[in-house]
């Protein structure tokens, strides 16, 4: 037996106990199970790894620890660190040097660092000044088709190939490169003025201070060269800057909160003193205010401490002023400090100096205030606050407002001065820079001033500020510069701005290098066939045209034959193309900019496109890629309810419920408005209640979201014992927390309180326990203040235990009033239930449990809320061992985890609360419309896993019936293990998985949906080589995959996995610049603009106000894109081939010697002006079917997703039939010409080279217009302008070059005069075009009549409902002739609600968005309803949308849809009436109108729009039985959607003279 075999893991930790027997990942649905679920996954991944760290504890003890993984004594990772442990990091770690020389291993002969460290200044840009021209030209000739013209020009420009004007060929492709460098040029300086903004900002550094790393000549070999920025230079910008914030010298004083000591500066003692000491009272834990410091300072000791202030605050100070601390000497009862030596001797002249985030380099000493952003990777050395703690806002990294608390150094804590910082001496010993947001590990290393005995202090992701946070609430932060530039964290997450191209480009270099090889075969024969014949000397040519051959040689002559053709047919490559494509994608941006349906008036901003190249991808987007936090969530929290000893309160319905019963039809699903109408009556009682029985100064009615007039009752009778419970319930909220109040406005509103907290959710527990009438009122020393029902109570802070993702709860011990020590503690209900004290009421556990299940299964947050009473010397003890557990250098954090353990037992439960993440306006609609259209939505978050798994039902990405398989492992075996498992579980359902294109998009007839929730330690597992292709096997079979606690690198791998692994275009969409990375990434990359600009709008191709407006983004302007530019390129090839082959056909007639059929002229105007406009019209107006059609039936989108609109097999349609047209305009005209001449009017024959050239250019120049007007589905005013007045414009230049003089720009003989007199007038010019163009186009008339009438597609049976049928009527819109106008039943026939702006979530905030464009009724004014700009909407199912083609009718060809998801096969059955005496007739009978009969306005209520039943419950031909009865009866319950009447309505009603005499329809 081996002596390291491995023992079998305990039963409670098998790693596979999610997998059944049969090798079946297990799966779960409601979203209760599916939290309880992953909870359950984490304690046991949690298990095993503190397991396997016991069971490797011999090794470990004997292993020596590499340099690279040496930990500090304190290894306790961020709250947000994954738990799993960390993979070697790669690269050598940095030493960084304050006030100690380098190691002889660092340093070279003369004492210069030899590491170099990246600079801070970045570029996001492309280009710079220098490499913009090579550097563009290379990217523009990476396309095969530029380097094509390019070769052609140069041929042109010798003489021997015959070309005619070798300058004007120039011109095309000089646009193209002109056109597209300005475009590139433009989008670049936009992003490199954005990057000069972060680079000149100001920040305070240390300065007349040697900074041992960094050389001290650190210029580059070139500025030596030419002598510039020379060291110790001040440059021109930071010159700048310090003379802008020059101007009158302030006292500047930092107090350290909680201490006598203070650091200060002076300019001018006879100035005014401002105290940098914080405007905030309470910023550190405990509450420890900031006191306010004395203008006085005789008392304290003065040091140099000008740190500036915010440019609104403070004007600048003089920068040549002499610091004080040269003349004062240190206080003899001073005593060293940690890494302070107060005996070692310095000179004084460190001074804080202003200068530019680009100017940062490693080592540097920097002074950061409040609201200030970070400008580096750097390590907290010290805080204004007396704990050493700080609070940063993250939002521009991932979008959240909440705040984050880092600690200073313990060793560094006491710095407060330069002079501290000349006498502190340390060495920082750094990992290297690496992607991971959420670890960092380095060890500050000292010796004890005291004992001269080495010392060191580890230092995590706590003691670190990550580059663009921004300091909150903390007065000022010293600290030491890490990782700049490049090397920070956010920039190796974010990576090179790529060069994007659509698909469609991509796929044009394949129909180009076909063009170019059969133009090389056309060529080809051409030549070889000439050189043939030139040979030959029994021929006319050799008789009659001696000396025209440009060489004696054949071979050379062919060659030359072989070029000129190049030349001669060079459009069947169109180099025009490329330049229309670039005017037709400028005109699609503008359309998109100004769409006012994407339009966010809060931001005051619409959708602005900066990649104009890929707009046709936004119509084949196949996965979409999503951030949570800002992008689908508002990042704000609501207390919607809570259960309190077994009893609910609160009213509110939450957007998961809303949704749910929507999509089941059932008759609560109350409308949004309707909802708000509704609590704000409820509000108003439970605030007039609350009023009556206390004076709540604290209270701000705005923002209650707790609305429960029963539990104002509750609180009214204080005989019940509710009363207590709701009572000590609420204490708890109030007491248990870690959040700062703050009064903004303490002069004028003394009683307003904010409160600022770690995370949002805390934050709205305090501020609902405020509302109900127990507001904390704030925290001063050690005490917390709080007010219960209007009396103030103070607790004594005792101990906090702060929450992790580890712990999942938090608890705060506390000293009441009246002696006793308790415990509150709040978490997770598994974590709090298994903590519970053996004696609490089972039945009460029991409801509490099931009332937390309605609350997840309602997509809400929960939290279940305890507390016991602790007796003097357990609090003793237990705190003895805390204290102990602190102090522990291995295992520190088992150790902590265990004490905690000690107290946080035999807990009473006091109830539960439920939060509700608002969700963005309008996300849950556009995640459904965005399924329906065949979208897989994957959201990629940093937060944890219970987090996600609620917002994914609350925005019913996940819904209850989903089977959802959550991944969680440790190991790659494992990970393995659970994603083969998943694939059994989808393969026993759903059968063999297929990556067929024709079934990409929704599956048809699918059984079951599933989802993956994979946490990013998984995650790491699954994207190894080895299980990356199962993982993304697995991900692509479900409708849903939520990725979580993963890093922004994760994002982008992703992203990459799928876009790569799948063929698949992917759209990815953020907020935050943790999102830039895999907006970067993406085929499109999507940015939410934010109130403060955002890092992802900046990077991304479209950047807009909203998430829900990817659905007109997607489904209207994507679709169209993409479908105009799919018909543009056909069409533009198949113009070309007609055009240029005709010339080939000529070739035999002239021994193949590249005589040109058509005058230059017409080559010249062909595609510049004769043909392109129809196409650019084509490109950039068309429609198939109208905006709201588009949205009204999202399926069609998934054409796009399949890539059906432009494939090869179209492309080669297109060329067959410009090759057979071509033979049809040449050799009818050549066949007409062998029948007999005629002869002209002024007597002169037709029988020229131009005449005949001239009449096969126009047939062909009006069969390619014509064949373009043929593809065209919308026609508008200036489709037909164009269309016509193309062919009138050559014709037009007939008859004008008709009389130009002979020698002109294009032509040096006399063949074109008379030209219009000799062909105009003759009646066989006519007929040969007409009948040639008529003949040309009958076989693509034929097939496109066919396929329309026999094989139609389903957008052409929704654009024939469009135009012929009743879609209009039954969309609410108007047509735009009066007498189409019907009357329409608004309770039956519309199929659209309010704009989908319109959500539940913005309406209970009272912060609803208002659209631009109101809904149009039936019977109302409307915009034109064909306009680009059509109204954004929101849509019933789709099982009610009726459809007019039945029986027989019904298309034959297969659907792409399934039949659940199509129109009803038969149309609105009339309506019957019943009358009072029995009798039923199709007549509406008529009713006089009463004034005193009530009246409801059903319009203005589009929830009351009655959605008619499935499909498939209606009969063909049947008719509906309809009562008729008055409306004020109407019940609410008769229907979906319908209105119920209160009790009060009912009374009223009851008197209705009416009665039931009138005929009754329902």
């Not at 000397?537 to 000129?564: D, R």
């Amino acid at each position: 037996m081996s002596l390291f075999k491995r023992h079998p893991p305990p039963p409670d930790i098998d790693e596979n106990d999610t997998i059944d027997p049969q090798l079946r990942l297990r799966t779960v649905r409601t979203a209760a199970s599916t939290i309880a679920e992953s909870i359950r996954s984490e304690i046991k991944a949690r298990k095993r790894w503190r397991t396997t760290q016991k069971r490797s504890l011999f090794f470990r003890k004997n292993a020596k620890k590499p340099k690279t993984s040496e930990p500090g004594p304190s290894t306790a990772q961020s709250v947000e660190a994954p738990s799993a442990p960390q993979s070697r990091i790669q690269g050598a770690r940095r030493n960084i040097y304050v006030n100690q020389p380098l190691s002889a291993m660092e340093s070279d002969q003369h004492g210069e660092p030899l590491a170099r460290y990246a600079r801070n200044k970045v570029r996001t840009s492309r280009y710079t000044l220098l490499t913009f021209l090579p550097k563009n030209l290379f990217e523009q000739f990476h396309r095969i088709a530029n380097i094509y013209f390019l070769a052609l020009v140069i041929f042109q420009f010798f003489s021997v190939f015959g070309a005619a004007s070798p300058q004007t060929a120039a011109l095309p492709l000089l646009f193209i490169l002109v056109v597209t460098a300005v475009k590139d040029g433009v989008e670049d300086y936009r992003r490199a003025k954005l990057d000069e903004e972060v680079n000149t900002s100001a920040v305070t550094r240390l300065g007349e201070w040697r900074n041992v790393n960094q050389a001290l000549d650190p210029r580059p070999w070139y500025q030596r060269l030419l002598h510039i920025n020379a060291p110790g230079k001040i440059t021109r910008g930071v010159q700048k800057l310090r003379e802008k914030e020059a101007g009158e010298g302030k006292q500047i004083i930092l107090n350290k909160s909680g201490e006598d000591r203070v650091s200060m500066s002076t300019t001018d003692m006879n100035d005014s003193i401002t105290v940098l000491g914080g405007s905030h009272p309470p910023t550190g834990v405990g509450g420890r205010q900031l006191e306010d410091i004395e203008s006085s300072i005789g008392s304290v000791e003065l040091h140099t401490y000008p740190p500036g202030l915010p440019e609104n605050e403070l004007r600048g100070w003089d920068q040549h002023s002499m610091s004080l601390s040269n003349y004062m000497q240190p206080s003899p009862s001073r005593s060293s400090l940690g890494v302070v030596d107060w005996s070692r001797r310095t000179n004084g002249t460190a001074r804080w100096e202003r200068t530019l985030w680009k100017k940062l380099e490693v080592g540097d000493i920097v002074l950061l205030r409040e609201d200030e952003q970070v400008p580096a990777d750097i390590v907290v050395l010290s805080t204004s606050d007396a704990e050493g703690l700080c609070y940063l806002e993250t939002k521009n990294l991932d979008g959240e407002t909440n705040l984050k608390v880092r600690k200073a150094i313990q060793a560094t804590a006491s710095l407060s001065s330069e002079e501290d910082i000349e006498k502190s001496s340390f060495v920082l010993d750094s990992e290297p820079p690496h992607q991971n947001l959420y670890i960092y590990n380095g060890v500050l290393r000292y010796t004890d001033a005291a004992t001269r005995e080495p010392r060191r202090e580890g230092v995590t992701i706590n003691e670190l500020l990550l580059r663009g946070c921004t300091v909150r609430n903390t007065a000022w932060i010293i600290g030491l510069v890490v990782f700049t530039g490049q090397d920070t964290k956010i920039y190796l997450n974010g990576g090179q701005t790529p060069s994007k191209q659509s698909k469609i480009a991509k796929e044009t270099n394949f129909n180009v290098i076909v063009n170019f090889l059969f133009l090389i075969i056309i060529c080809s024969i051409s030549a070889t066939i000439n050189g043939v014949m030139d040979g030959l000397t029994a021929t006319s040519t050799y008789v009659y045209e001696q000396g025209v051959q440009p060489t004696s040689s054949n071979v050379l002559n062919a060659l030359v034959t072989f070029v000129s053709c190049l030349i001669a047919f060079q459009n069947i490559v169109p180099v025009s193309l490329f330049i229309s494509i670039e005017i037709v994608k400028t005109i699609q941006a503008y359309f998109i900019a100004q769409d006012l349906d994407m339009y966010y008036k809060p931001f005051n901003t619409a959708c602005v496109p900066k990649n104009w190249g890929i707009s046709d991808d936004l119509g084949q987007i196949e996965y979409i890629f999503s951030d949570k936090t800002g992008t689908l969530t508002q990042n704000v929290m609501e207390f919607q309810k809570c259960s309190v000893r077994g009893v609910i309160y609160g009213e509110g319905v939450t957007e998961a419920q809303r949704g749910a019963a929507t999509r089941e039809g059932r008759a609560d699903a109350i409308a949004p408005e309707e909802l708000v109408e509704k609590l704000a009556v409820l509000k108003d009682t439970m605030v007039a209640k609350l009023t009556k029985l206390f004076k709540n100064r604290y209270m701000q009615v705005d923002k209650l979201t707790l609305v429960s007039p029963k539990l104002a009752e509750d609180l009214a009778d204080r005989s019940t014992e509710q009363f207590s419970h709701i009572v000590a319930f609420f204490r708890a909220l109030a007491v248990c927390h870690s959040v700062l109040a703050d009064k903004p406005e303490p002069q004028e509103r003394p009683y307003r309180l904010e409160y600022k907290a770690e995370s949002p959710d805390e934050a709205a527990l305090v501020a609902a326990a405020r509302d109900v009438g127990f507001p904390f009122v704030g925290k001063h020393k050690d005490t917390i203040d709080i007010e219960v029902l209007g009396q103030p109570e103070r607790f004594t802070h005792m101990k906090t235990l702060e929450f992790t993702s580890t712990r999942k709860r938090m608890s705060v011990i506390v000293r009441a009033s009246d002696g006793r020590i308790i415990l509150y503690c709040k978490g997770a209900d598994s974590v709090i239930y298994e903590r519970l004290a053996a004696d609490v009421d089972p039945a009460l556990k029991e409801k509490t449990t099931k009332d937390m299940d309605f609350f997840a299964n309602g997509g809400l947050r929960t939290l279940c809320i305890g507390y016991r009473v602790l007796e003097e010397d357990e609090f003793l003890r237990w705190l003895r061992t805390y204290e102990a557990a602190q102090s522990t250098v291995d295992d520190r954090d088992e150790a902590i985890e265990n004490a905690a353990a000690e107290v946080e037992h035999s807990l009473q439960i006091l109830g539960a609360t439920a939060l509700e993440d608002k969700l963005q306006e309008g996300v849950p609609e556009a995640i459904e419309m965005l399924h329906r259209a065949g979208i897989k939505l994957w959201i990629l978050t940093g937060d944890k896993l219970q987090t996600a798994i609620e917002i994914g039902f609350s925005c019913n990405l996940l819904k209850q019936d989903t089977e959802i398989m959550i991944l969680s492992a440790d190991s790659p075996e494992s990970t393995l293990a659970q994603i083969e498992a998943g694939l059994n579980k989808i393969a026993s359902i759903l059968g063999p998985p297929t990556s067929k294109t024709m079934e990409r998009g929704f599956v048809l007839g699918a059984k079951v949906s599933f989802a993956v929730v994979i946490d990013g330690d998984t995650l790491h597992h699954a994207l190894t080589p080895d299980i990356k292709p199962l993982f993304l096997n697995l991900g692509t079979q479900c409708e849903t995959v939520v990725c979580c606690r993963v890093s922004p690198a994760q994002k982008a791998l992703t992203v990459k996995l799928v876009k790569e692994g799948r063929k698949a275009m992917t759209l990815s969409i953020g907020d935050g610049a943790n999102d830039v990375a895999m907006i970067q990434e993406a085929n499109v990359g999507c940015g939410l603009l934010g109130h403060e600009g955002s890092q992802a709008a900046m990077s991304a191709d479209y950047a807009f106000g909203q998430f829900r407006f990817l659905t007109k983004l997607l489904l209207v302007h994507g679709r169209w894109s993409y479908q105009r530019i799919a018909d543009m390129h056909s069409n533009f090839f198949y113009k070309n081939v007609i055009w240029t082959l005709a010339m080939f056909w000529f070739m035999p007639f002239c021994y193949f010697d590249a005589t040109y059929l058509y005058d230059y002229s017409f080559i010249l105007f062909y595609n510049l002006i004769f043909t392109s406009l129809p196409v650019i019209v084509l490109g950039s107006f068309d429609q198939d079917i109208n905006a709201k059609a588009a949205l009204a039936f999202p399926q069609l989108y998934v054409r796009g997703i399949r890539g059906l609109e432009y494939t090869r097999t179209k492309f080669w349609f297109y060329m067959l039939d410009g090759l057979y047209q071509s033979a049809v305009v040449f050799f009818i005209p050549y066949l007409v010409w062998q029948l007999g001449l005629a002869v002209a009017s002024n007597g002169k024959g037709i029988d020229s080279l131009a005449d005949f050239g001239t009449t096969v250019a126009v047939a062909a120049i009006f069969a390619a217009n014509t064949y373009v007007g043929m593809n065209t589905h919308y026609w508008t005013s200036i489709t037909w302008v164009v269309g016509i007045g193309s062919s009138l414009v050559m014709l037009l230049w007939i008859v004008i070059y008709s009389f130009l003089p002979v020698n002109t720009f294009f032509s040096n003989t006399d063949g074109f005069i008379d030209e219009v007199e000799i062909l105009f007038s003759n009646v066989t010019f006519w007929a040969t075009v007409v009948f040639s163009v008529l003949v040309a186009l009958a076989p693509r008339f034929l097939i496109k009549f066919f396929k329309s009438t026999y094989m139609p597609l389903d957008k052409d049976i929704i654009r024939e409902m469009w135009v012929g049928g009743d879609l209009k009527d039954r969309l609410g819109i108007r047509h735009r002739k009066e007498s189409k106008n019907k009357h329409v039943d608004l309770e039956t026939a519309p199929m659209f609600r309010e704009p989908h702006a319109r959500s539940a979530s913005e309406l209970v905030l009272q912060q609803g968005y208002e659209p631009t464009v109101t809904r149009s009724r039936a019977g109302s004014d409307s915009k034109n309803p064909d306009d680009n700009g059509a109204d954004a909407i929101e849509l019933i199912p789709q099982a009610a949308l009726p459809n007019p083609y039945a029986g027989n009718a019904v298309s034959p060809n297969t659907s792409y849809y399934s039949a659940s998801d199509i129109p009803l096969p038969s149309p609105i059955p009339p309506s019957l009436y019943q009358y009072p005496s029995g009798e039923i007739s199709n007549q509406a009978p008529f009713v006089a109108p009463s004034s005193s009969r009530p009246s409801r306005d059903w319009s203005q209520s589009p929830s009351r729009l009655q959605t008619p039943p499935h499909p498939h419950s209606l009969a063909l031909g049947r008719q509906s039985l309809v009562q008729l009865q008055p409306e004020g009866l109407h019940d609410h319950d008769a229907g979906e959607g319908r209105y119920r009447p209160e009790e009060s309505d009912r009374e009223d009603q009851a008197d209705d003279s009416l009665g039931w005499d009138t005929p009754r329809v329902f």
